[in-house]
Structures are given as structure tokens and as C-alpha cells.
T-cell receptor
Framework: AQTVTQSQPEMSVQEAETVTLSCTYD???????LFWYKQPPSRQMILVIR??????QNATENRFSVNFQKAAKSFSLKISDSQLGDTAMYFC??????????????FGTGTLLAVQP | NAGVMQNPRHLVRRRGQEARLRCSPM?????VYWYRQLPEEGLKFMVY????????ESGMPKERFSAEFPKEGPSILRIQQVVRGDSAAYFC???????????????FGPGTRLTVL
């Protein structure tokens, strides 16, 4: 069974600074996706960034980037130039591919990020 | 294109009553996932449905919970004889299934917050 671990329950960062959220996972699969989702106070789940396991290049989306270390089963999220609107719960998630098609998401317990003015 | 719709947004039930949660997927999406988020926890997969079929119900409690996704109309998550431990946010996500596409994103609804008194 796959597991996702986020060891930082809460983090704080000053506006305009950079912060890194940690995530590790455990799987015996070779074909899978990893995700970071953001859940602001509205509770809406928002996809931040996605990484395919077969791609060595780290994904980036504007101020958000990941450090994907497949051998170490590590998938951290770096937020640059933090903004007040980045304040939210961040969830790391894993998805294995079943028959080449998408399947359920397995989430970590989340990291609550507070961006301070 | 409207997003994933869930209703009601908030539902209050007394112990022993039934709860019905509805999810209307995005237009053109034929796949629905249900997740449960207990207080202070991450989302946990419950069930994955296609139209008129349950594909994976490995996360569903064995008793009192059922789900359907009929040919016409929304997907329904039904909880019979609710108990206080059922109090949680229930999220629905939908995705298309495009032939030959390796990955189809899951789009989340705003969730239904169930409170059992």
C-alpha cells in the first residue's frame, strides 16, 4: 500500500521570502504521479503542481517548483516570493496509474502554511 | 463550463438519520471520486464510480455507506443511521476519460460539511 507523509504540521514564512514544504512517500510502483494541492480557508481543493514519476526534470509553475528525488521518494514544494494569498493548508498526494489510466489520490496529512506580512 | 457542484454545502443531521450528499460532475466528465476529510486530517479516498458502475470502493466503510452514479443525474453518497464520527467534509472530484490520454486531472467540488448532532 502507498503512504504519503508530511512531517511539518505547520510552517510560517514572511511575505516575499521562500519556503519549502516536505513530503515523502512509500511505494513499490514505478509509474505514478505526485501532486501538491492547496486548500485555503474556503476549503476548495486547488491543484498547485503535478510531477510525473518518469520525468527527471522537476516541475515548475510560476512561483511554485518541486524537488523530486525518486530514489529517496521525496517530493518537496518550494514557494518563492511568498504572498499573503498563499496562506493555506498544503497537501502532498500520490496517484498510481492503473492500466495506464488515472486512479484515486492518496493524500498526506497536510502542512498549514501561514504567510506573515 | 461550470465546475463540480456539490449540494448541500452544509448538512446537519441527528444521530440515526440518513444523509444524502449530491455531486454533479463537470460537463463531459463521466468519472466521479468521493473523498472524506475528517477534522484536522487529509482527504481519504472512499469510492470511484463511472456512470452506472462502481470501479473501486476500497475506501468505503463496510456498513451504512453507499454510493451511486446513475446514467442520468448526479452522483449520490448515502450515509444511513449517521453517527457523530461521520461528521466530516465530503469532497467529490470528477474527471473526463479521454482515450489515449495518460492522465486526466481530477477537479474538486467545494465539499459538503456534514455535522451529526
Amino acid at each position: 500500500a502507498q503512504t504519503v507523509t508530511q512531517s511539518q504540521p505547520e510552517m510560517s514564512v514572511q511575505e516575499a521570502e521562500t519556503v519549502t514544504l516536505s513530503c515523502t512517500y512509500d511505494t513499490s510502483e514505478s509509474n505514478y504521479y505526485l501532486f501538491w494541492y492547496k486548500q485555503p480557508p474556503s476549503r476548495q481543493m486547488i491543484l498547485v503542481i503535478r510531477q510525473e514519476a518518469y520525468k527527471q526534470q522537476n516541475a515548475t509553475e510560476n512561483r511554485f517548483s518541486v524537488n523530486f528525488q525518486k530514489a529517496a521518494k521525496s517530493f518537496s514544494l518550494k514557494i518563492s516570493d511568498s504572498q499573503l494569498g498563499d496562506t493555506a493548508m498544503y497537501f502532498c498526494a500520490f496517484m498510481k496509474l492503473v492500466g495506464g489510466a488515472t486512479n484515486k489520490l492518496i493524500f498526506g496529512t497536510g502542512t498549514l502554511l501561514a504567510v506573515q506580512p | 463550463n461550470a465546475g463540480v457542484m456539490q449540494n448541500p454545502r452544509h448538512l446537519v443531521r441527528r444521530r440515526g438519520q440518513e444523509a444524502r450528499l449530491r455531486c454533479s460532475p463537470m460537463k463531459g466528465h463521466s468519472h466521479v471520486y468521493w473523498y472524506r476529510q475528517l477534522p484536522e486530517e487529509g482527504l481519504k479516498f472512499m469510492v470511484y464510480l463511472q456512470k452506472e458502475n462502481i470501479i473501486d470502493e476500497s475506501g468505503m466503510p463496510k456498513e451504512r455507506f453507499s454510493a451511486e452514479f446513475p446514467k442520468e443525474g448526479p452522483s449520490i453518497l448515502r450515509i444511513q443511521q449517521v453517527v457523530r464520527g461521520d461528521s466530516a467534509a465530503y469532497f467529490c472530484a470528477s474527471s473526463p476519460r479521454v482515450a489515449g490520454v495518460h492522465y486526466n486531472e481530477q477537479f474538486f467540488g467545494p465539499g459538503t460539511r456534514l455535522t451529526v448532532l
